[in-house]
């Protein structure tokens, strides 16, 4: 199928692109992911228009979703009318949803066409539950074009290496639906039993309210911590199991092009910059800096000072003592000489800078400073990890996993420290 389309592709160009994507989207089996990356590698030969193959497929998507909506709407609705109470979906809970859809869920459109099996159904639905047309071509519209400039530009911008994209995009495609799916699940559940949960939330909080200095933040550091901790240690395991099964090549192929693409020489002298907030004398600073604050605003000064010395020195031995592991584990991998995974400095980075932003918001009230801090640090990681990859230092997979097992050591060491702080004050 695969080779099939791609000889169509190379003879019929725009048209199979344009009528491909609209059949797909009415659940005509069609293998569109590839169809656009290889779409995006024949733009990088320069056989095809970057801007006309963006447009066309774009327009075929819109058309699908358009050809679906008014299936559902003409459809749909007379079927559920009769037999919906069967299926639990009578017609008010079918207008409660419409309702709903109508002022939430129509944002869900633009991200339902990167989810594989969810982009077929969402024209259906939204003419089963008669959402207004103009609503939902607004939104469905531009995330078909979100969608197809994505994977056309990703396939331009990889060029040679856009087939190794290819095969790991359905991997990341599943991950990301699974994540996206969770979280509209919270999110109803939240909207429906929100009476509910916000007593259980009070009566469970009502002791650690006396420890922090709000409730607001004592419900934001236990969903935030909670959700942190619980994701990288799912992520964890999928990066080491990725790991073990050699399965990083495409992924660092993937990312090196893009980078070198969007930075090219002319980013030198920012990258290095960058490159140098990363390193051991600046990381230094900031454990100094932490130290000095908790010494001027800490409540428990003592239990938070260890911890920060705990943070780092242990973290130190437990990085080293990873690195030592996975060299073991799995010799044959690529960056095994330099005994890299995970890489060393970013795993302190994420370490030293969250533990130091961490102590800020818990130690400040003024809720903008605790924005700035958070985003200003997200970014530095950013682009910490883009100068590495810049400077080829280490395979980029070794540069985020150091994130990766940092952000968990980060944040298991938090909870301690608050479980700690909560034991002594009882």
Not at 85 to 110: A, C, E, M
Not at 253 to 280: C, P, Y
Request: proline share 2%; net charge positive.
């Amino acid at each position: 199928m695969i080779h099939l389309v791609m000889t169509y592709i190379d003879q019929y160009g725009y048209f199979l692109l344009f009528f491909g994507l609209m059949l797909e989207l009415i659940a005509v089996p069609f293998p569109v992911e590839f169809l656009m990356s290889y779409s995006g590698f024949l733009v990088y030969q320069g056989h095809l228009n970057w801007m006309g193959s963006i447009l066309l497929a774009g327009a075929g998507s819109s058309i699908g979703v358009t050809i679906t909506y008014w299936i559902g709407y003409r459809l749909g609705n007379p079927f559920f009318e009769k037999y919906g109470h069967r299926i639990l979906l009578s017609p008010d809970k079918l207008k409660k949803t419409s309702d709903w859809f109508n002022k939430q869920g129509n944002k869900v459109l633009i991200v339902t066409y990167f989810i594989p099996g969810v982009r077929h159904i969402t024209g259906y639905f939204s003419g089963i539950t008669k959402v207004s047309f103009r609503t939902y071509a607004m939104y469905a519209y531009t995330g078909a074009f979100i969608w197809t400039g994505t994977f056309i530009s990703l396939g331009k911008a990889l060029g040679p290496h856009w087939e190794q994209f290819h095969g790991a995009v359905k991997k990341y495609l599943i991950l990301l639906g699974c994540l996206l799916s969770v979280i509209i699940l919270t999110l109803y559940l939240f909207r429906r039993y929100k009476a509910q949960l916000k007593e259980v939330t009070m009566t469970t909080t009502q002791k650690a309210v006396e420890i922090f200095h709000t409730r607001r933040r004592t419900s934001l550091f236990i969903i935030t911590v909670g959700i942190c901790t619980l994701g990288l240690i799912m992520l964890m395991a999928g990066v080491i199991e990725d790991f073990l099964n050699n399965e990083f090549h495409a992924f660092d192929q993937g990312v090196i092009s893009i980078v070198l693409v969007l930075f090219d020489t002319h980013w030198t002298t920012t990258m290095k910059a960058f490159f140098l907030a990363g390193s051991g004398k600046v990381l230094a600073g900031f454990v100094f800096l932490t130290g000095l604050w908790i010494v001027w605003r800490g409540e428990d000064k003592k239990l938070e000072v260890l911890f920060l010395l705990l943070l780092v020195c242990l973290g130190k031995l437990y990085e080293e003592s990873l690195r030592r592991l996975f060299h073991q584990l799995n010799p044959s991998y690529s960056g095994s000489l330099l005994y890299s995974f995970p890489n060393e400095q970013t795993f302190m980075i994420i370490v030293i800078l969250g533990y130091f932003v961490f102590m800020l918001v818990r130690h400040t009230r003024r809720i903008g400073i605790h924005t700035f801090a958070v985003f200003v640090t997200l970014g530095l990681l950013f682009f910490i990890f883009i100068s590495y990859v810049f400077f080829r230092m280490q395979p980029p997979s070794d540069i985020a996993s150091g994130y990766v097992f940092g952000g968990a050591w980060l944040a298991v060491n938090i909870l301690l420290l608050e479980i700690f702080r909560i034991i002594r004050s009882v």
